[in-house]
């Protein structure tokens, strides 16, 4: 799989998306403090952009979903450092929403800590792929089914920097 020479979204049309985005989130939130919660690895560019779009008091905080080899079915949640979840209106940001397994695990393990509110924001979205019934609050995109990549996004490790979103094929 190689880099395609088609670009998805260009640099300023993602900058243009996530102003909006931030505009939605800070007037849903409006007058309270929002808690972002970022899925690593995909989430860590979009973070940092979509947070400075958003003009409310805010914590920040990242967590990983670490697969167990032993078993796919044994997962853990490890967060980068503390976050409180009790009584908070946690909003998780995601890269791209697929089969929606992921994060339908990470919302019910998330609900257990008793969070005020929880919503979901996800740069990009496949609906077509979806499993789970699982509907995003917030979207940035809605993609083809395509593998993308670039602005946090991977394949096999790699193109994550890409400034620009783009496909592998
Ligand atoms: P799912 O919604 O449980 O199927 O998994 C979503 C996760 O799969 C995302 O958080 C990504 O890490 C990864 N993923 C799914 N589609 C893509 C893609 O097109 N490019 C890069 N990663 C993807
Ligand atoms: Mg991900």
Redesign the pocket.
């Known amino acids: 799989m190689n880099l395609s020479r088609e670009i998805l979204k260009s640099e300023a049309e993602i900058a243009e998306r996530v102003g909006v985005l931030g505009r939605e989130i800070t007037g849903h939130y409006q007058g309270q403090e929002v808690s972002l919660l970022g ?1 690593l690895k ?1 989430s860590f560019i979009f973070m940092a952009d979509l947070a400075r779009e958003i003009k409310l008091p805010t914590q920040i905080g990242f967590l990983e979903i670490i697969v167990s080899r032993k078993s796919e079915f044994l997962t853990e949640i490890a967060f980068s450092s503390s976050f409180h979840i009790e009584g908070r209106h946690v909003l998780i940001l ?11 695990y990470l919302m019910q393990q998330i609900q257990l800590f008793q969070p005020r509110s929880l919503r979901i924001c996800t740069l ?1 979205d ?1 609906p077509h ?1 979806r ?1 789970v019934d699982l509907q995003p609050d917030h979207v940035g995109f809605q ?1 083809p089914d ?4 670039g602005y946090g ?3 096999q490790g790699q193109y994550r920097n890409l400034p620009y979103l783009g496909f592998v094929e």
């Not at 395509?146 to 990549?149: A, E, G, L, T």
């Open positions: 899925v995909g995601e890269d791209i929403l697929d089969t929606g397994v992921t994060l339908a990009l496949k792929r499993k993609v395509r593998h993308v990549v996004l991977d394949y």
